[in-house]
């Protein structure tokens, strides 16, 4: 107690030198306050990114397995190499859910280009939005009815469509689509008790299933959820696989309406994720006869816990269902590196930055502290000769010292508070500069039905991640303070050892005759 009230008393007698060292250390903390809470908001914001954008796998046919191709006779084309290996089902999506452990949903995909009418034959007035990446595609596409063709996804749930499990799309209004064989992890097998949870296969109504569509394209067209459209092929797809545009005709009800949150790009506009639908698998095999013989393009997995997801694939590719090179499991995660790459820059950058200004901190203050030091050097001898200890001595220079530090600590904070998300996002818009654009390629040209288009990867819209995923929400709570007050007393401690060795060396009898 006593030596606070020394502390106290010098602190108030030398103002000016208490002022000059209460700005140093202001400095000091309200540069590490900041940086602390930036890292902090930067950290938080990558596992938002990771539970968003990562924590995703998926199995795919081995298509580099050359087992897996065959040579099929195409009537009136002769010969193609088509891929014949195992099929990708929804009772492998089941199975695998059921024996690993750790995963929270699945979603089965297949994708096809097909072309949306209302109930009367007229085709929907689809939506450009300038998302067409080739001009010379899309209007060598444009022929017939092949240009009002749209992606059709079909699924086995919706809610954890790729597009929707990382946030790109939202559920505007209405229900997600559930193939109800999936939602039993069974095997499709077409019976009305499939029917009767909840797709409307085989309704009296003709309905074969259910459609999630774009508000967007709903609005343009008159559409609600509840009514009606119609899907079918293009003519010369129909006519290539030896069948017609009316045998074809799918009728599906619209439960649901989707909102984009990000930016989409595609070959053509018609093929945009503005125009894009979400239905079954069902619906996807009554318009295009043998794709559910040929089975889904890829299923992807989404794990509880995005940090174990490597662990996790490797125990899916480990089970007996997904030996003999029939399928491959691979883990994707260029959204999440491509959003959380300017993050870690901004780790880094701001590590060096709280570093240099303890450092410096350090250094000024050692040096500021030596000059108090210096200054009292004949009162420190003074009180070495009656009988006070060297470390009694250093002990009130580190009070009052310590004294100043709560107070720039204190203030540090409500400054901190207004300069932090200012200062957060202008070192994050520092790592951002310089880094490319996150663009992707599109695949080639395949066939599984004897003509050659656009395989899905080609036809898939994809989106660019928001970089507003990658934000910060810069918030100075207890634990940042606490951070902010354990460094800054540690450095004033050792500031004040540094700056006290002189004294420590010095004799009582050479200090004031050195004075005198």
Same mark, same amino acid.
């Given at each position: ?9 010098y602190i108030w007698r030398k103002r000016g030198r208490t002022i000059s060292l209460l700005l140093i250390l202001l400095v000091v903390a309200t540069t590490t306050l900041t940086g602390l809470a930036v890292r902090g908001a930067a950290a938080d914001a990558q596992q938002a990114?990771r539970q968003a954008l990562g924590g995703v796998f998926t199995i795919e046919q081995d298509e580099s397995n050359p087992e897996n191709w065959t040579n099929r006779q195409i009537e009136g084309m002769g010969y193609q190499q088509v891929f014949a290996g195992k099929p990708i ?18 979603? #089965? ?52 469509? *790729? ?8 559920? #505007? ?118 794709? #559910? ?111 100043? !530090?709560?107070? !720039? ?7 901190? *508070? ?20 996150m663009g992707g390629t599109v695949g080639g040209l395949t066939s599984k039905d004897g003509m050659t288009v656009a395989n899905s990867d080609m036809m898939s819209p994809s989106f660019t991640p928001n970089a507003d995923m990658g934000s910060i929400h810069v918030v100075i ?12 007393? !540690? ?26």
């Open positions: 107690m006593r030596s606070i009230t020394l502390a106290v008393r990114i089902t929804a009772e492998l999506c089941g199975r695998v859910m059921t024996q690993v452990q750790g995963i929270r949903g699945c979603d #089965a995909t297949t994708e096809q280009v097909l072309v949306p009418e209302t109930t009367d034959g007229r085709t929907l007035k689809l939506i450009d939005d300038g998302s067409g990446t080739d001009p010379a595609s899309e209007q060598a596409f444009s022929t017939d009815d092949f240009g009002d063709t749209v992606t059709v996804i079909g699924g086995t749930d919706s809610r954890f469509d *790729a597009n929707f499990a990382k946030g790109y799309l939202v559920l #505007a209004d209405g229900e997600p689509v559930i193939d109800p064989a999936a939602r039993a992890g069974t095997e499709r097998d077409g019976s009305d008790d499939d029917a009767d949870a909840g797709t409307g296969v085989g309704t009296d109504d003709g309905v074969v299933g259910d459609v999630l569509i774009g508000s967007q394209l709903a609005e343009r067209n008159g559409l609600r959820i509840g009514d009606t459209i119609v899907l079918r092929r293009a003519t010369v797809h129909a006519q290539m696989s030896g069948t017609t545009v009316e045998q074809t005709r799918t009728p599906v009800r619209i439960v649901g309406l989707f909102d984009q949150t990000a930016k989409s790009s595609a070959l053509t506009s018609n093929w945009s994720m503005t125009n894009a639908m979400f239905t079954t698998m069902d619906v996807v095999d009554h318009s295009r006869e043998g794709t #559910a013989e040929e089975g889904f393009d890829k299923v992807s997995f989404y794990v509880t816990d995005p940090d174990r997801t490597a662990d996790i694939a490797a125990r899916v590719q480990a089970l007996d269902e997904l030996s003999g090179g029939q399928y491959v499991v691979s883990q994707d995660t260029a959204d999440a590196d491509a959003v959380s790459e300017p993050l870690r820059n901004l780790d880094a950058l701001v590590l060096a930055l709280v570093v240099l200004a303890l450092a410096a901190g350090m250094v000024i203050l050692c040096l500021v502290l030596a000059s108090r030091v210096k200054e009292r050097m004949h009162e420190s001898g003074v009180l070495l000769s009656l009988g006070f200890g060297r470390w009694a001595i250093l002990s009130q220079y580190l009070v009052e010292a310590a004294l100043v !530090a709560v107070v !720039a600590f204190a203030l540090s904070v409500p400054i901190g *508070a207004m300069i932090g998300q200012f200062v957060g996002d202008g070192l994050l818009g520092m790592s951002r500069a310089g880094m490319g654009g709570d207890g634990w940042t303070i606490a951070g902010l007050y354990g460094l800054g007393l !540690a450095l004033v401690a050792v500031s004040v050892g540094l700056s006290g060795m002189v004294l420590m060396r010095r004799r009582p009898k050479d200090i004031l005759a050195a004075m005198s």
